[in-house]
Each structure stands twice: as structure tokens, then as C-alpha cells.
């Protein structure tokens, strides 16, 4: 089975790297939880979403806002249902032609084949100085 699971996540990641929605919507519960533990004052979109209609939408708008030029596992542990990868992340910023560069974390759980919960994990302080373009000044009161 781990092998099998570990196949299955590398081609779920692919599917989103390259834009097949659909495949990677297709392995979510109906009834799924996706929680990105990002500010959602910069990143109005993440956040808790349930179910696969607000995933859905939530995947729209992180591609209306982002084209993914690179978006794969470096690093997966498997472990009966469950599963966590680190995931190397470049994006091109639409609306300033940025390129962002971080890493993200995602813990996954499956049942009966399909997503149940998603929680994803970046260093949201470095992605929020790459998104706003320069470095937050911590000295300002």
C-alpha cells in the first residue's frame, strides 16, 4: 500500500503542477477538509475550506493568482493512510511577474482511496515578504 499511496500522491502533484484540476479534484472526499495554515489578511483565499466545491473554488483562485512553474515532492513519508510531503514551490505572480520560491508541507490523510483532510504548512513570513515584494521591517513599532 505505501508504494501504491506514494504513486498516487507523485501523480496527484503532477496533475496540479500541471493545471489538471480535475484529476486532483477527483481524489478528494465530498466532504473533505483542506486547512492551510497561511496569514489569510495576504492570502485571502487559503484558510479552512470544506468540502470539495470550496476546494475547488480555493484552486481557482491560487491559479488566478499564481501560474505554477514548479510544484513537487522533495521529501514523502507514508505511513498506512497518511501521508507527508514537503513540497518544493516556484510561481510566477500574475499580477507583478514575480517568481516566489518556497517550500510547503502537507499532511494528508485518505479514506477508502480518497482525500479527507489536507493541512498545509508554509513559511508563511518569507512568502508574505515574496508576495508584497520587499522585507517587513520587524524594528517599526
Request: proline share 4%.
Amino acid at each position: 500500500m505505501p508504494d501504491e499511496l506514494r504513486s498516487r500522491i507523485d501523480a496527484l502533484y503532477t496533475a496540479y503542477r500541471t493545471g489538471r484540476f480535475d484529476f486532483v479534484l477527483n481524489s478528494f472526499h465530498d466532504e473533505a477538509e483542506f486547512i492551510s495554515y497561511a496569514p489569510t489578511d495576504v492570502f485571502p483565499y487559503l484558510g479552512r475550506q470544506h468540502g470539495k466545491k470550496a476546494i475547488a473554488a480555493t484552486m481557482k483562485k491560487i491559479h488566478d493568482a499564481f501560474e505554477t512553474l514548479t510544484y513537487h515532492p522533495v521529501f514523502m513519508v507514508v505511513e498506512g493512510n497518511d501521508a507527508g510531503v514537503i513540497v518544493m514551490a516556484r510561481l510566477r505572480q500574475r499580477a507583478t511577474d514575480r517568481i516566489i520560491r518556497l517550500m510547503v508541507a502537507h499532511f494528508i490523510r485518505f479514506r477508502d482511496g480518497r482525500i479527507v483532510e489536507m493541512r498545509e504548512f508554509m513559511d508563511s513570513f518569507d512568502a508574505v515578504q515574496q508576495v508584497l515584494g520587499h522585507e517587513i521591517d520587524l524594528a517599526k513599532p
